[in-house]
């Protein structure tokens, strides 16, 4: 088997695995599929993969025509083994936690073809730690995706001391075939976007604890302020407080820096249930759509 090559015109050796059903995974897998790559989505969830599946195909069709390309077959599956088999990349996008993220990446190492490209949607964590557990450090590296994947531009593609050039132009490569912009970034806890990020979304939780002003009126001044398209909290409603929770334990423990320490509001509401969007509950109430009810539930 060869591994990917961005040269190859029709991408027939160009064959996706997906790891990992949530709201990340699906728009990976759409992504690719929109891209006209053949994509498998692999979940041991039960229930996971066909929810995932019909986010994919309700979209993939429109997703491509907007692009004018040919769309992929998406083929699902709940065994990690089957869905890899024959895959020349393969993208981990399962919850952020480095445990769970490195047993993936154990498998993976023994697995996986040799050649395959081996990416990890992580945030936060260390791509030297999972390439490590991986035990191919050359074809291990970071491509870190924006929610929702199909749609946000960025990827965010972190090459650790151990990857490889080759690896790095092949991530690189990939970006531009699924029509993302791709800034290659060293690998340090965060990374760019994600210490940036959670810096902005710390203070803006702590704005509102400290009863300064609302999330409402904190979102409205981050877009219309600063042009952001997304305020800070709702965002962290849109990834997950109980993600955005790991993002920040993951980083104050690599950087050892107190900014990074989750506020207690966000603790407070993530023991509460309060998860964001996907639990209906968090910075503010949410539709089974998604959509905001009323005016924000904290400040």
Known sequence: MNQFSPTDPDRAMAKVAVIGGGTMGRGIALAAVAAGLDTTLVDQ?????ATASRYVTDRADRLAHERGQTVGRLTVADDLELAINGATIVIEAVVERPDVKR??????????????????????????????????????????????????RLVEVVAASTTSDATRADAVALCRVLGKEPIVVADVAGFVTSRLGLLLGNEAMRIVAEGTATAADVDTAMRLGYNHPMGPLELADLVGLDARLDNLRSVAERMDRSEFAPPPLLSEMVEAGHLGRKSGHGFYHYDADGTILDGPSHG
């Open 45 to 49: 969830k039960p229930g996971v993969v």
């Open 103 to 152: 047993q993936v990446f154990q498998t993976l190492g023994r697995i996986a073809h040799p050649d395959a490209l081996l990416a990890s949607n992580t945030s936060t964590l260390s791509i030297f730690d999972l390439a490590d557990a991986a035990g191919r450090s050359d074809r291990v590296i970071g491509m870190h995706f924006f929610n929702p994947a199909h749609r946000m």
